[in-house]
């Protein structure tokens, strides 16, 4: 079935260095996919709109050259965080319209990323 | 602007006990969707149910019912002889139809003790 999937599920990394997540539709393409942002025992809060073969569209406050989003394909859309620091340390979901196109959303399982 | 609250920050109750979580929405939409989540400690969101806001029939799905008022402006859930599994995290969600972004309200952290 459709589903979404994200890698790694978990990332630990120096403060500094750069981090890429992948989001992948299983089974099911995707134009465009949706990434969030959620802090310990807060909610998800979306970041951007990644929308395949043209510029995610983010949401305000969130840094363009921070948060890089790429979608170069209907399948895949991958977050780098660039320069992590600790505050960058939360859980990142993606999630994708289902096939059903209208209400459905998927969801991926989520990363969690610790920068030390 | 769209904007969901949960005002319940945290509950907990003991196992067989029932527990509504509360939830309020605004939207200037005349169309909407509204969606419940259970995000357990692995992180994973799991979905529970969709309304959109032409069908306000309150539904009923094993131990778990919701009650959807336009009038209040509500979408609360109810969980019915809770079980320690239920223990998680609940949030309540606002989808425009225009766009598929989601607007989540701040979460329901339940704890069922057995």
């Known amino acids: 079935g459709a589903v979404v999937s994200q890698h790694p599920s978990r990332v630990i990394c120096k403060s500094g260095t750069s981090v890429k997540i992948e989001c992948r539709s299983l089974d099911f393409q995707a134009t465009t996919m949706f990434w969030y942002r959620q802090f310990p025992k807060q909610s998800l809060m979306l970041m951007a709109t990644?929308?395949?073969?043209?510029?995610?569209?983010?949401e305000q406050g969130v840094e363009k050259d921070k948060f890089l989003i790429n979608h170069a394909s209907l399948t895949l859309s991958t977050l780098t965080v660039t320069s992590a620091h600790p505050e960058d340390s939360s859980f990142y979901i993606c999630?994708?319209?289902?096939?059903?196109?209208?209400?459905?959303?998927?969801f991926g399982p989520g990363t969690r990323l610790t920068v030390l | 602007a769209q904007k969901v609250t949960q005002a319940q920050t945290e509950i907990s109750v003991v196992e067989k006990e029932d527990v509504t979580l509360d939830c309020v929405y605004e939207?200037?939409?005349?169309?909407?969707?509204l969606f419940w989540y259970k995000q357990p400690p692995s992180g994973e969101l799991v979905f529970l149910i969709r309304r959109n806001s032409f069908d306000e029939q309150n539904e009923i799905s094993g131990r778990y019912s919701w009650n959807f008022q336009k009038s209040t402006s509500s979408f609360n859930f109810t969980i019915t002889a809770s079980q320690v599994v239920d223990s998680a995290v609940y949030f309540c969600a606002l989808r425009r139809p225009s766009r598929n972004q989601f607007y989540f309200g701040t979460g329901t952290s339940l704890t069922v003790i057995p």
């Open positions: 990644s929308n395949e073969g043209s510029k995610a569209t983010y």
């Open positions: 939207t200037r939409d005349t169309t909407y969707y």
């Open positions: 999630s994708a319209p289902g096939l059903a196109g209208g209400s459905e959303q998927l």
